[in-house]
């Protein structure tokens, strides 16, 4: 099924720009650490051009311009939190593949913990329901006392 | 000629299914024999009608008929032969056909199988079946008939888009089908239930083999699907939350949840309408699967207007559908039979939290995957959920459930002695921690993601093998043999699935934590080195494919100065769509992949080569394979195979713990 998403984002690619491969070796930083935080950062940022990839996979040439434009600010010495607010001034919220945590966001970040709270009401609820009629009932006085009668019976045959 | 037949066949199956959908809902409200009967040979109609429409479509396919408007658009004459038969199913109207010669398909199993069924609820599954079927033909008939003529006639047709022509794509199709398909037995039998009003102990003994059969293909299907994305899209990954993804996983895991629930219908008469409601929500969450790539609303919200009539169909399809069987549900469930009592320490307890995890986290991963589009319907805001989310709220999820999946199989039925069991488990609590630190102490930098993995994973596995040796009585007792031909094997089953799920967790941890990657502008001659391995470009050859020209990439793989392998990544042409692919090559160890794929490069003389080293990638695929292998194995339990139940044995007094 997923085939349908890789034809349209293929019929995207191949309109938008010939194949290159997406991280090029010439923007590649030397100093491994800054390259592993860019790296990083690109993994979370989508290209605005194709379906749900993040500009670290994509081919596109509008996700290797955002990847320089991150590298310039890197160099820059700009902080990961300074990049992203950058990013979403630009594109809008849209361009961060983790969707920050606001008010339009509250349900989609709860929802894990919402639908394990559900789940466990919803357990909870039916062991108790299914426990209470097991639970013994009292006996009536007319019960009692056709018992104690039985008992009396027993009693008197031995 | 044979085009029209098709599609008359087709029009015939409709009605066909019109038929089995309600003559035989007569007929059991009626208690009328002959009418029920009508289902059986409308199933066995049905299936012919469609196998002549498909069968029809494949001709067209083969015999390059491009006055069939779908074979011009998505076929060439040039294809090569296996790409031509896959092509039938590799576009939306041929996807349609296979999905309803599916359906038909698994309504005959029940029509032909289902002897030791009560007339009445075999006769309901099957018009449910019947109903699915009519509502999946309408749905071609009217909006994606995949027989339309063309004229003029093309002199050739368009060809199939290059990256599907591929062996992993051929079949992933089918399997995935199968999966979604399957579910819709599962659901049959549970609305037939609810109409019933009660659960027959016949009830359980069919869900469950029928879903195990569905998990198990769905589960190839998807771990097919993931395999091609890696090696053939180029990009290394094999899993990325892409929604269409996300819309075959979510029935998968709500799938999973059912096959477990299932254990309890049938061994303790227990959790009878929460098995209900999971058949269906597994076959609701399939049918939204193809909702939501067939709709194209996952492209955007505004991509469902270019074509309405397909999306506005498949989601009033839904609704009946859905809506329709919960609505029974909240209607009959409250008034079915209570199921027997157990303690919240015991097998049903263990696997009541089993539910609630994989519940919890197939409604993550809906809610993820569809809150772009209702935020963006509603208020028109854009929001991304990529990844980074479902690795931060998912995976959480999945943590405890793995742990579980440890302890569940030795606790008792209705009552555990959780000492008792933990006493056992000392062994595999110190597999783990010694895994734990072991993997700490080994790797570069101290992520703690991968301590927790592997840790996990050895608990798993190790578990697992605790009670597995328990029961067969390995190291103990003589007859060790005999003990492991007369376990029941859905035993088996299950200890080589939950074996195959500690295997797949090693394998995402190693390629998500530890990858490395180099990627370098090479001429031939140049040398790239990685993770031990020394490549060198020998040179860049041209070649030419049955539809497509190729440049072949020669490299050599070294390691410690001596020649080991060569790869030869491609980069092809296909000239009839105009498009371009790469080709990686793979070498593939128990340990690791060494990954290597080709693009352009600065200069006309230059190419980027792109080099991965993947650990354990290789266990992702064998642990789907054992998860498969372990569903079949537990499907080939004499039990489930025999079909035909015997009345004499309850369900309660089965041997407990045959799972």
């Not at chain 2, 749905?139 to 003529?149: D, K, Q």
């Not at chain 2, 193809?290 to 009033?316: K, M, N, W």
């Not at chain 2, 539809?547 to 491609?570: C, F, H, K, S, W």
């Amino acid at each position: 099924m997923r085939v349908l998403a890789i034809v349209g984002l293929l019929l995207l690619i191949s309109h938008a720009a010939p194949p290159v491969h997406a991280v090029q070796p010439d923007e590649i930083f030397a100093d491994a650490v800054l390259e592993q935080r860019a790296r990083e950062l690109f993994r979370g940022v989508r290209c605005l051009v194709c379906q749900n990839q993040s500009i670290d996979d994509s081919d596109a040439a509008l996700a290797q311009d955002l990847r320089l434009l991150i590298r310039e600010r890197l160099v820059a010495g700009e902080s990961d939190e300074q990049i992203h607010r950058f990013l979403v001034a630009r594109y809008g919220e849209f361009v961060l593949l983790d969707p920050p945590f606001r008010p339009g966001t509250w349900l989609l970040w709860a929802s894990p913990v919402l639908a394990l709270l559900a789940g466990v009401a919803i357990a909870w609820a039916a062991l108790r329901r299914r426990r209470s009629p097991a639970e013994p009932v009292a006996l009536s006085d007319d019960e009692r006392a056709r018992l104690a009668a039985l008992a009396a019976g027993d009693e008197e045959r031995q | 000629m044979i085009i029209e037949l098709g599609h008359h066949a087709l029009v015939l199956a409709f009605l066909v299914a019109l038929l089995q959908g309600t003559v035989p809902l007569v007929g059991a409200a009626r208690r009328d024999r002959a009418l029920m009967e009508l289902g059986r040979s409308a199933a066995l109609v049905q299936l012919l009608a469609l196998a002549g429409a498909f069968a029809a479509l494949t001709h067209a396919y083969v015999t390059s008929d491009f006055s069939v408007l779908n074979v011009a658009e998505n076929s060439h004459s040039m294809k090569p032969m296996l790409y031509k038969v896959s092509g039938v199913w590799g576009n939306h109207e041929g996807s349609m056909l296979l999905w309803v010669l599916v359906l038909a398909a698994f309504g005959l199993a029940v029509a032909l199988r289902g002897h030791g069924l009560p007339a009445v609820l075999k006769a309901r599954v099957l018009a449910i079946q019947g109903l699915l079927g009519a509502g999946f033909l309408g749905f071609i008939l009217l909006t994606s008939n995949p027989f339309v003529r063309l004229d003029p006639v093309p002199a050739d047709g368009r060809d199939l888009n290059p990256l599907l022509q591929d062996p992993g794509l051929a079949f992933h199709p089918p399997m995935l089908y199968l999966g979604y398909v399957g579910f819709s037995v599962a659901f049959s039998f549970s609305v037939a239930a609810l109409i019933e009003g009660r659960v027959d102990p016949a009830w359980a003994r069919w869900v469950r083999p029928w879903t195990l059969a569905a998990w198990s293909a769905l589960t190839a299907g998807i771990a097919l699907g993931s395999w091609w994305a890696y090696y053939e899209l180029g990009w290394g990954g094999w899993w990325y939350w892409d929604p269409v993804e996300n819309a075959s996983f979510m029935p998968w895991l709500a799938g999973t949840a059912l096959l477990h629930s299932a254990i309890v219908v049938e061994k303790r008469d227990a959790l009878k309408s929460w098995t209900i409601l999971l058949a269906i929500v597994a076959f609701g969450f399939s049918l939204m699967g193809t909702f939501l790539v067939r709709s194209g609303v996952l492209t955007s919200v505004h991509a469902f207007a270019v074509d309405p009539d397909r999306g506005l169909y498949i989601l009033v399809l839904l609704a009946v559908t859905i809506g329709g069987a919960l609505a029974l549900f909240a209607f009959r469930a409250p008034a079915m039979a209570p199921g027997s009592l157990f303690r919240p320490i015991s097998r049903e307890g263990g696997l009541v939290a089993n539910n609630l995890l994989l519940a919890t986290a197939t409604a993550t991963v809906c809610v993820g995957t569809l809150y772009p589009l209702f935020l963006d319907a509603a208020t028109g805001e854009k929001v991304s959920v990529g990844p980074p989310f479902f690795h931060s709220t998912f995976v959480p999820v999945m943590l405890p459930l793995v742990l579980l999946a440890g302890i569940g199989p030795l606790l008792a039925w209705k009552r555990a002695d959780l000492e008792g069991v933990f006493t056992r488990l000392r062994v595999a609590a110190l597999v783990a921690g010694a895994v734990a630190l072991l993997t700490w102490l080994l790797q570069h930098g101290h992520h703690p993601g991968p301590v927790i993995g592997l840790a996990l994973a050895a608990w798993l596995a190790a578990s697992t093998l605790i009670e597995w040796t328990g029961r067969v009585g390995l190291f103990r007792r003589r007859g060790t043999a005999a003990r492991i031909i007369g376990l029941p094997r859905s035993a088996h089953g299950m200890t080589l699935a939950h074996l195959g799920l500690a295997v797949f967790i090693c394998g995402a941890v190693g390629d998500s934590f530890w990858r490395r990657e180099v990627v370098v502008d090479a001429t031939p001659g140049a040398v790239a080195e990685l993770a031990g391995y020394r490549v060198v470009l020998e040179d860049i050859r041209s070649g030419s494919g049955p539809n497509y020209e190729a440049e072949v990439v020669r490299l050599r793989v070294e390691r410690d100065g001596e020649t080991i392998g060569e790869l030869r990544p491609e980069r092809r042409f296909y000239p009839v769509q105009g498009t371009r692919t790469t080709e990686a090559a793979i070498r593939s160890r128990p340990l690791g992949d060494l990954y290597a794929a080709v693009g352009e490069g600065r200069t006309p003389q230059h190419r980027t080569l792109r080099l991965w080293h993947a650990p354990l990638v290789p266990w992702i695929w064998a642990g789907a394979l054992m998860m498969v292998t372990g569903g079949l194995v537990s499907l080939s339990d004499r039990r489930l195979r025999v079909g035909a139940p015997r009345r004499t044995v309850g369900p309660v007094t089965q041997p407990a713990g045959g799972d």
